[in-house]
């Protein structure tokens, strides 16, 4: 008996102990993802001092082109949230109110039930109960009928109960259905509000372009531009691949090249180019696709990751940048809008930004891009 309850004790003083190191081992994991992650935001942020740096020679044309796109950014996010809050707010009103219709239903049916039990009731008791145990002959007839008594008046009485219960849900929705409703239109209000802002900004937007094309006469300058927005983003993908893409992906993430000719587009759409052709007849080659989308659609992060970089980027515009680990990126350039942040962890198939022409261009698309230590990769080899 003693042995077994030393071997109960050794067996709780071991799960405790294990427990504690799984406790540990959890609390040390945490330490490393923050320091990690804190780690990464001051490479970011030195990263984003440097390009800030590069892009001081900009003319006053092209800064105010970037404070807009940047702002015409917040707003555009800040439309698709309040958008998405009033399509919450619709089904929930119209739960509201389909439930109120419901119960109004249910309300007649329980009304009408009830009037039938009154007169069922009435039709019984025109003689009373001592009237027919006096004058009944047959005991069995006798018990039958006191039955059907006892269960009219259980019978009405729970049809009252749901009656009136019925009745007390009803009050109370209309209340919450008047909320909602005011909540709604207030929501409403508010997203008319941001769409006439957005399309304030976006014609500040067409002057700005206006004037860059002023400055841009000719086109040896449009290719010498087009020379140095290129060489601009090589920069900061070589920077970003030496600075940053040694973050540690979780285990649980499949390997990206495990992937290879499997993963969805970032968006639905026409491919525009051919990767690594000329452009504009130029010694400049595409390294990515360009894919025609609609202003707001959403962009699709391709696989599992951290975002190592999110911000307005001369010559790609809102820009933002996934790290997959094993030294793949993906690029996404030109957004309208950008939805998740440095840091943040995201999986495939999950929006990252929204489909926009930002960074000068005049038609609404997608630049993606794929690269695998700092150089570029054919999307189409890894896209279905």
């Known amino acids: 008996m003693i042995k ?61 082109l970037r404070t807009i796109e940047k702002d015409i950014g917040e707003l555009a996010a800040k439309l698709r949230q309040t958008s998405s809050k009033r399509e919450q707010q619709q089904r929930k009103l119209a739960e509201l109110e389909s439930r109120q219709q419901l119960l109004r239903k249910q309300q007649v049916n329980q009304k009408a039930l009830i009037a039938e039990h009154v007169r069922n009731a009435y039709t019984l008791g025109k003689e009373s109960q001592l009237k027919m145990l006096l004058n009944q002959e047959q005991p069995e007839k006798l018990s039958r009928t006191l039955t059907y008594f006892d269960y009219f008046n259980r019978a009405r009485s729970e049809e009252l109960t749901k009656y009136r219960d019925t009745l007390s849900e009803l009050d109370s929705l209309k209340p919450s259905i008047e909320a909602e409703a005011q909540a709604l239109a207030e929501t409403s209000a508010e997203l008319k509000r941001q769409q006439q802002s957005l399309l304030q900004q976006k014609q500040q937007r067409a002057n700005a372009l206006a004037g860059i094309d002023r400055e841009i006469l000719n086109k040896t300058s449009s290719l010498n531009t087009l020379d ?22 979780p285990e649980n993430y499949k390997p990206f090249n495990a992937m290879r ?4 587009w970032p968006v639905r759409g026409k491919l525009l180019n051919r990767y690594g052709a000329s452009r504009q007849g130029s010694a400049v080659t595409w390294q990515g696709i360009q894919i025609a989308g609609n202003e707001g659609d959403s962009v699709l992060s391709i696989h599992n990751g951290r975002v190592v970089f999110a911000d307005w980027l001369r010559g790609a515009g809102l820009l933002i940048i996934v790290d997959h680990g094993g030294g793949y990126l993906s690029l996404y350039a030109h957004n309208q809008s950008l939805l998740r942040t440095e840091g943040d962890w995201v999986k495939g198939g ?35």
Do not use: H
């Open 4 to 64: 077994v309850l030393l071997s109960a004790v050794s067996f709780r003083a071991l799960c405790a102990a294990l427990l504690l190191l799984c406790a540990i081992a959890a609390a040390a994991d945490n330490d490393n993802t923050q320091r990690q992650l804190n780690n990464l935001n001051d490479k970011i942020g030195s990263l984003k001092k440097s390009i800030n740096k590069q892009q001081q020679d900009r003319s006053s044309t092209a800064k105010a």
């Open 228 to 249: 140095k927005e290129r060489k601009g983003l090589e920069n900061v993908l070589q920077a970003v691949e030496r600075e940053i893409t040694n973050i540690v992906i």
């Open 261 to 264: 000719g499997k993963m969805p």
């Open 350 to 384: 999950e929006a990252v930004a929204t489909v926009g022409n930002s960074g000068g261009q005049r038609q609404a698309g997608l630049y993606f891009e794929i690269r695998y230590k700092g150089q570029p990769t054919d999307p189409r080899r890894w896209c279905q």
